[in-house]
């Protein structure tokens, strides 16, 4: 879908300016929460290159869409659940149908249509931490994750990652410091568990292993629960949606250069751009400027901040490369594991690096429409189906995955960090009324975690414009949650 840019206006000088930089769902929701605080008093400008969204997209394969960036919301996602009913959108709900795991030695176990059969072959190979497992992410980490709601809704904020974090529990700053696969060594959990339950996980969620850090494996395992969902039509809509009821002006634009302007006391910055549609470099001032989009080390396209007194960002984080492979047609039943149509679940996680593919799934539109079945091969399966890998499959390994295929299209993501223990938790705020979202996605890359760190950098930005230091960095909540509408 394209989205029109809106032509440059002058600057309200009485009103307070606000650039974000990037159109996901960290900066719509970011322009959502900063219109909430400040209402009509701040003029946003939302620069985005491309469309709005992000990494929440669509696919189209002959004719039909499927999500192709994030596509699953938990039941405990308070914002995006908020998000999706107050804007009225249709829940789509992800079926839980058979799944199985792969190892290297072949399928190691898989599920079936009887729930009482599938538990007892599950605790048959993994005891009691299949049932364990449901109560340790409720204790450790839910019921604790949770908190932030009520600090936010009492307009608290936080200077850094590890702040916000330890506002939850001091336990989750300790997560990070240690791998999933201690934190479930320590907790009792088998090793036959952790080597293929957890593994299979963090694969299909993450393409990484159990050797992350603990916090963002807590994430990982929640991702494989019951009851996760998506909006019917598309993610995608909920930043759109988001964007819209900002206010803000887009601006399809990539922005190169973000200059500090400094004048005694007062602090605002110059953002030169260059226009998607014709390549024209422009400029505009602003009095907080706000990025949300990560600082990726092997960025092709990077802001250079200019005039600072010390280097921005002091850093920047290595991104996982993820390969999206959708593919129409019969997959290679025997590659997986399996003899036919008729015994293949609709779902693989592997649990050993040495696969080359991370994860299969059977994918449903986003619609729930369905291929047209024009002179259909009876021999042939027409389903879409999805594998994660962490490098382009060659030919070859194309073949081996599907006997048959009509249509294959590549999504090519630098989607998440690379995760592991003791790595570094950025701040939030990269200098005066400067401002950094996806700094929380050192914790866990999620599309509830970037609303979190939305929130709390407009939260941030408010209490900071208008010297609410109470608020930052301080845990003091007086009252319930109180519910906003826009």
Request: charged fraction near 25%.
């Amino acid at each position: 879908m394209a989205y029109p840019s809106i032509q440059d206006e002058e600057d309200d000088h009485e009103a307070t300016r606000i650039g974000i930089i990037g159109g996901g769902i960290s900066g719509t929701s970011t322009a959502y929460y900063l219109r909430k605080l400040f209402g009509d008093g701040i003029k946003i400008d939302l620069f985005e290159s491309e469309r709005v969204g992000g990494r929440l997209a669509n696919i189209n394969i002959d004719g039909v869409e499927y999500e192709a960036g994030g596509s699953i919301i938990h039941p405990k996602n308070k914002y995006m659940v908020e998000f999706a009913k107050q804007f009225g959108y249709e829940q789509r709900t992800s079926t839980d149908g058979r799944m199985a795991l792969y190892g290297n030695s072949g399928v190691l176990i898989e599920s079936c249509s009887w729930n009482l059969v599938t538990m007892a072959k599950f605790l048959w190979r993994y005891g009691f931490d299949v049932l364990n497992i449901e109560t340790f992410l409720k204790e450790t980490f839910f019921d604790k994750f949770d908190r932030i709601y009520n600090l936010q809704d009492e307009g608290l904020a936080f200077t850094t990652v590890e702040e916000l974090l330890r506002a939850m529990d001091e336990s989750f700053v300790n997560f990070t410091r240690i791998t999933l696969q201690t934190l479930l060594e320590e907790k009792g959990f088998s090793e036959r568990f952790i080597n293929e339950i957890a593994m299979g996980a963090l694969r299909t969620n993450y393409g990484q292993t159990t050797n992350v850090h603990a916090f963002v494996g807590a994430v990982s395992l929640a991702g494989v629960e019951k009851g996760l969902w998506a909006v019917k039509g598309g993610n995608y809509q909920i930043p759109e949606r988001l964007w819209k009821k900002s206010k803000a002006t887009l601006i399809n634009a990539e922005v190169t250069q973000v200059i500090l302007q400094k004048d005694s006391s007062d602090v605002s910055y110059e953002l030169n751009y260059k226009n998607t549609a014709d390549g024209k470099t422009n400029s505009r001032e602003y009095d907080i400027v706000i990025v949300a989009a990560p600082f990726r080390n092997s960025e092709k396209n990077k802001i250079e901040f200019v005039d600072f007194p010390t280097e921005i960002p002091s850093s920047v984080t290595d991104f996982h490369r993820t390969i999206a492979l959708f593919v129409q047609g019969t997959p290679n039943y025997t590659t997986y594991g399996f003899n036919s149509a008729a015994d293949f679940p609709e779902s693989i996680l592997t649990t050993n690096e040495s696969i080359f593919w991370n994860s299969y799934g059977k994918q449903s539109s986003v619609s729930g429409k369905k291929h047209l079945e024009k002179n259909k091969d009876p021999t042939e399966d027409d389903i879409v189906s999805k594998i994660f890998l962490n490098k382009v499959p060659t030919e070859k390994q194309v073949q081996l995955l599907f006997q048959t295929r009509k249509e294959l299209r590549l999504v090519d993501w630098l989607a998440y960090p690379e995760y592991k223990p003791n790595m570094e938790l950025p701040a939030f705020v990269l200098y005066d009324q400067l401002y950094y979202v996806n700094a929380i996605e050192s914790a866990a890359s999620a599309m509830e975690m970037d609303v979190i760190g939305a929130r709390n950098v407009a939260n941030l930005a408010y209490n900071h414009w208008n010297n609410i230091f109470d608020k930052v960095d301080e845990i003091n909540i007086k009252s319930e949650p109180k519910k906003e509408e826009l």
